[in-house]
């Protein structure tokens, strides 16, 4: 890695064991991320900002490996008092936005733009993606301390793919309930008139009409929701295995705010 001084500020470096599983488990079972582990000769994963503590960095490397088991992963801390030894075939380096002069596969950046203001997103992103190896990712994401309310934007080279809203079906009352989770590009426009308000609004709407499915647990009455969704026109997602998360996944240009932001729709 070559040295280069780290762009960007230290974040507050709370963490917790298991606290980005809901991502972690769609990373492993998405076909454009596995498509981009198998697909490369020697994948390297970079966790950016992984906190006080590389735990989430060390269980997202083991979840990865079931997919590519030879796959290098290196955690990246602004602050170094909180790089720590490497352990588990996992590196730990010193290093910001320009990633320490790695050239990544994979980019997981979870709670590290929620501190910066909505105009440092689209430089930000700018300057993860020209880092980026040819047809790498990165999973732009923000949770709740213990992990039950997550969002996520998966980008490419080109900018902004999807957005993904997951939560536990056992903690929450409406998908609204994950407003104050969404990503830093997003958190702001949630107002009426604009594209994720409409998307969070016609979700709760779906989400009362099938309450009658409640009975059969929320996990069913989730999916009579996405089924009423796709009913509406919004361009839902497919789940391709049984989830046992609430999971919302539609195309970024669905959700790409239409006023006062920087980052442009695809």
């Known amino acids: 890695m070559r040295g280069q001084h780290p762009e960007g500020v230290a974040t507050r470096g709370t963490t917790g064991i298991n606290r980005l599983r809901r991502s972690d488990r769609w990373t492993v079972h998405e076909p454009v991320a596995t498509r981009v582990l198998t697909q ?21 490397a083991a979840r990865l490996r079931t997919v590519r088991p030879d796959l290098r992963v290196v955690g990246l801390e602004i602050d170094p008092g909180r790089v720590v030894p490497g352990r588990d075939r996992v590196e730990f380096a010193r290093g ?3 990633l320490a002069g790695l050239r990544p596969t994979l980019i997981r950046a979870f709670n590290v ?8 997103v689209a430089p930000a992103w700018e300057r993860l993606r020209s880092g980026l190896a040819p047809g790498g990712l990165i999973i732009d994401g923000t949770c709740d301390e213990l992990g039950r309310r997550c969002a996520w934007v998966l980008l490419d080279e ?4 999807t957005l993904t809203l997951a ?16 990503p830093k590009a997003l958190i702001h426009h949630n107002v009426p008139g604009e594209p994720i ?3 969070l609004t016609a979700a709760d709407r779906a989400w009362a009409t099938s309450a009658p499915h409640s009975t059969f647990g929320p996990r069913l009455r989730w999916r009579a929701t996405l089924d009423l969704l796709r009913g509406q026109g919004f361009e839902v997602q497919g789940q391709r295995r049984r989830m046992r998360d609430c999971i919302l996944t539609v195309p970024w240009s669905t959700v790409a705010p239409r006023r006062g932001s920087t980052v442009a729709p695809r």
């Open 158 to 161: 080109h900018g902004p793919r």
């Open 197 to 199: 308000h409409e998307l």
């Open 113 to 120: 733009l929620r501190q910066y203001p909505e105009e440092a």
């Open 40 to 60: 490369t000769s020697s994948p390297l994963a970079v966790d950016l900002g992984y906190g006080a503590m590389p735990v989430t960095t060390l269980e997202w």
């Open 167 to 182: 939560w536990s079906p056992f903690h929450a009352d409406r998908p609204s309930d994950l407003a104050e989770r969404l």
């Open 96 to 98: 910001g936005f320009e």
